[in-house]
């Protein structure tokens, strides 16, 4: 139901719109001139405003224009009516601000038309309000407190992530999340789907290395009683139960050739059969994916479909490993910091310099996972409350940095230096010679992906992001 107000100074329209409106189960007033329409419109909160064009006083274009600058009209749908119509009457009208135009006399039907058109405009722009709002108080957060869903980071490339989270939060495309494990992928999955439309139904997700195809199937798509040995009830899988929400397929890199293209027809027809079923179940499921593996390589060696990539790739998040962003290793020692000093009751005073020092140098293969686990053993440990680093696990305090060691990681997946090559070719490919996008899918930042190519002697026709 919308609130409307109409202003027309013929008593007998007047009286046949507002219960026309009224008709439809909107709620409505009525004005007998612009200027009580005028005051009526600052008393009151209206979705539409229906005006006669020729008025005394304030005339429908006047009072359209007044409604246009007035600071609570951002959702407001203004409609004008005339009986002369004409393209010169259209222009005017549009240029005043109003949204819509009907001749009189109306066809009762054309303005339940239009009234529908109009709830479904209003509602569309308070939604996108919110959500620009939302966001908007999201981006302050997460410069106020270095911190966004759960991610703690405030160096650039981080900030790119937040942004790009949030894009993808907005949207109900399916997206690739790729990085080294312990990057946080699972994190950014429930971000998503908790920044998103669906927040209210379910997340869930799977280990898709870790299940047989066999079970993964039953699993994911369910089953019927009789199916199969042991099957002795019906079960319902995991896309079916996600219905109207978020399911989240980890690893997917792990899943069989054969099992990738079951995959593709559910992407594609939006619909499951459950194991011993001939029925089709139709399910509305946003999917996000997530990988450790280059699945550009896979596909290459044909050991991942290219269907199901460009699939399930359509908006790729590549997360940064630890040692891409070490500016933020002391922010996240003194979030686990807290949260072990809760956890376990043990208040710590302080961390010693050279305790930091050992964890900033330290180059993270386990990435923020393994950090927090290294500031878990020391809480284990540890009697007093300062944190040195004595108190660290053997292979962090006996870190040193070689003095030939490279200030930057090297691609996770690389067995030779030909590999590493490829991969970076691959990636430069894939996005058309985008640094930017190049840098993002294989988890680091444009200046490390530079220094590789220069390394590899990589010399190609970059395009750089706008």
Same mark, same amino acid.
């Given at each position: 139901m919308m609130k409307i107000l109409i202003a027309d100074d013929d008593p007998i329209a007047r009286k046949i719109l507002k219960a026309e409106?009224?008709?439809?189960?909107?709620?409505?007033?009525?004005?007998?001139?612009?200027?009580?329409?005028?005051?009526?419109f600052r008393e009151h909160e209206f979705e539409v405003v229906i005006s006669d064009w020729m008025m005394p006083g304030?005339?429908?274009?006047?009072?359209?224009?007044?409604?246009?600058?007035?600071?609570?009209?951002?959702?407001?749908?203004?409609?004008?009516?005339?009986?002369?119509?004409?393209?010169?009457?259209?222009?005017?009208?549009?240029?005043?601000?109003?949204?819509?135009?009907?001749?009189?006399? #109306?066809? !009762?039907?054309?303005?339940? %038309?239009?009234?529908?058109? %109009?709830?479904?405009?209003t509602s569309l722009h308070r939604r996108s309000a919110q959500a620009a709002e939302r966001i908007g108080f999201l981006e302050e957060q997460t410069r106020v407190?270095?911190? #966004?869903?759960?991610?703690?980071?405030?160096?650039?490339?981080?900030?790119?992530?937040?942004?790009?989270?949030?894009?993808?939060?907005?949207?109900?495309?399916?997206?690739?999340?790729?990085?080294?494990?312990?990057?946080?992928?699972?994190?950014?999955?429930?971000?998503?789907?908790?920044?998103?439309?669906?927040k209210n139904r379910s997340f869930l997700g799977v280990n898709c290395g870790?299940?047989?195809?066999?079970l993964l199937e039953s699993e994911l798509f369910g089953h019927v009683k009789g199916a199969f040995t042991g099957a002795d009830r019906d079960k319902t899988g995991l896309f079916e139960a996600a219905d109207g929400g978020t399911l989240l397929l980890d690893e997917i890199g792990e899943?069989?050739?054969?099992?990738?293209?079951?995959?593709?027809?559910?992407?594609?027809?939006?619909?499951?059969?459950?194991?011993?079923?001939?029925?089709?179940?139709?399910?509305?499921?946003?999917?996000?994916?997530?990988?450790?593996?280059?699945?550009?390589?896979?596909?290459?060696?044909?050991?991942?479909?290219?269907?199901?990539y460009y699939r399930i790739r359509i908006f790729e998040i590549g997360l940064p490993p630890l040692a891409e962003r070490r500016e933020d290793v002391p922010l996240l020692v003194e979030h686990f910091v807290e949260e072990m000093s809760r956890s376990t009751?043990?208040?710590?005073?302080?961390?010693?310099?050279?305790?930091?020092?050992?964890?900033?140098?330290?180059?993270?293969p386990g990435n923020v996972r393994e950090l927090r686990n290294s500031i878990e053993?020391? #809480?284990?440990?540890?009697?007093?409350?300062?944190?040195?680093?004595?108190?660290? !696990?053997s292979e962090v305090r006996t870190y040193t940095p070689s003095a030939g060691s490279p200030a930057h990681p090297r691609p996770e997946s690389a067995a030779s230096p030909e590999a590493e090559r490829e991969r970076i070719e691959a990636a430069l490919r894939r996005h058309g010679g985008n640094r930017s996008a190049?840098?993002?899918?294989?988890?680091?930042?444009?200046?490390?992906?530079?220094?590789?190519?220069?390394?590899?002697?990589?010399?190609?026709?970059?395009?750089?992001?706008?």
């Open positions: 409106i009224e008709r439809a189960g909107h709620e409505c007033l009525a004005a007998e001139d612009g200027t009580e329409a005028w005051d009526l304030i005339d429908g274009i006047e009072l359209c224009q007044r409604v246009r600058h007035h600071p609570k009209a951002a959702y407001t749908y203004f409609i004008l009516l005339t009986v002369t119509g004409g393209k010169s009457n259209l222009v005017r009208g549009i240029e005043a601000g109003a949204d819509d135009y009907m001749t009189k006399p #109306f066809d !009762p039907e054309e303005l339940q %038309a239009r009234l529908i058109v %109009a709830q479904r405009i407190r270095n911190a #966004f869903s759960g991610f703690i980071g405030k160096t650039p490339i981080m900030q790119e992530i937040y942004r790009r989270l949030r894009l993808a939060a907005q949207s109900e495309v399916t997206v690739l999340l790729s990085g080294q494990s312990g990057t946080g992928k699972e994190m950014a999955a429930k971000a998503i789907h908790a920044l998103s439309p669906r870790a299940i047989p195809d066999t899943v069989s050739t054969q099992f990738q293209l079951k995959l593709l027809r559910v992407l594609q027809e939006k619909e499951i059969r459950r194991v011993g079923e001939d029925r089709a179940r139709k399910v509305d499921v946003r999917i996000v994916a997530a990988t450790n593996q280059d699945l550009t390589r896979m596909v290459a060696a044909g050991t991942f479909r290219q269907d199901l009751h043990k208040p710590l005073r302080e961390v010693s310099k050279d305790a930091l020092q050992k964890l900033m140098d330290y180059p993270w053993h020391a #809480f284990v440990v540890l009697s007093g409350d300062v944190l040195h680093a004595e108190h660290l !696990p190049a840098a993002r899918s294989l988890g680091v930042s444009r200046v490390t992906l530079w220094k590789w190519m220069r390394a590899h002697g990589i010399e190609v026709a970059t395009r750089e992001a706008s």
